[in-house]
């Protein structure tokens, strides 16, 4: 029975390190292949906006960005996206995965699928296939904050500190203003003895 434990643990590690690993590689890979939808003229005033350290501009930018993010083009995607974010709300992690899961078939190429089903993944504990949507996620769309301060969040999660730490800082360096970033990474260092500031 022991050597079965020490069996699957190794396994999970072995596929946990593959996974991780490939997430790390993406976002360099990622940065050199910017999406075309999502890397328009007026996306990138609302993204100069949002890194803005003083006033309030930024909130107006963040939430314009957010709401460009959840438009697929279709009506009827949109609304399998809605109704997973619902179901997510609620706690119905079945029903999110059903309707992202259909969504993301059906809209390959659209980040906020992936990336509301990664949540979805991430709330259920399947951290794998979490890992692989926001891989593709951020392929889509390099700039997706919210997918990497997820990514740092799940990473601080499986005690992978130091690639955490790195995801909190790329989406900070993207969105300077968010909270729980700001916050993991506060946390991070101070778990690091105050190096690194």
Do not use: C
Not at 133 to 147: C, G, I, K, S, V
């Amino acid at each position: 029975m022991r050597l079965v434990r020490h069996i699957i643990h190794n396994v999970v590690a072995a596929i946990r390190h593959r996974i991780v690993t490939f997430f790390l590689i993406l976002p360099v890979v990622a940065l050199a292949t910017v999406a075309g939808a999502q890397n328009s003229p007026d996306m990138d005033a609302l993204f100069r906006r949002l890194a803005e350290p003083q006033g309030e501009a930024w909130r107006i930018a963040e939430s314009d960005i957010l709401r460009e993010w959840s438009k697929s083009g279709s009506p009827a995607l949109d609304l399998l996206l809605q109704r997973g974010e619902d179901a997510l709300d609620k706690g119905d992690i079945p029903a999110a995965i059903g309707h992202l899961t259909a969504l993301t078939d059906h809209a390959p190429d659209f980040p906020a699928g992936f990336h509301a089903r990664a949540a979805a993944y991430a709330s259920a504990g399947q951290f794998g296939p979490a890992f692989q949507d926001l891989a593709r996620t951020l392929q889509l769309e390099p700039r997706f904050f919210p997918a990497l301060t997820q990514l740092g969040v799940m990473l601080e999660e499986t005690g992978e500190t130091e690639r955490a730490l790195q995801a909190y800082r790329e989406s900070l360096a993207i969105h300077p203003h968010q909270q729980e970033a700001i916050d993991g990474v506060a946390r991070l260092e101070r778990q690091q003895g105050g190096t690194d500031i």
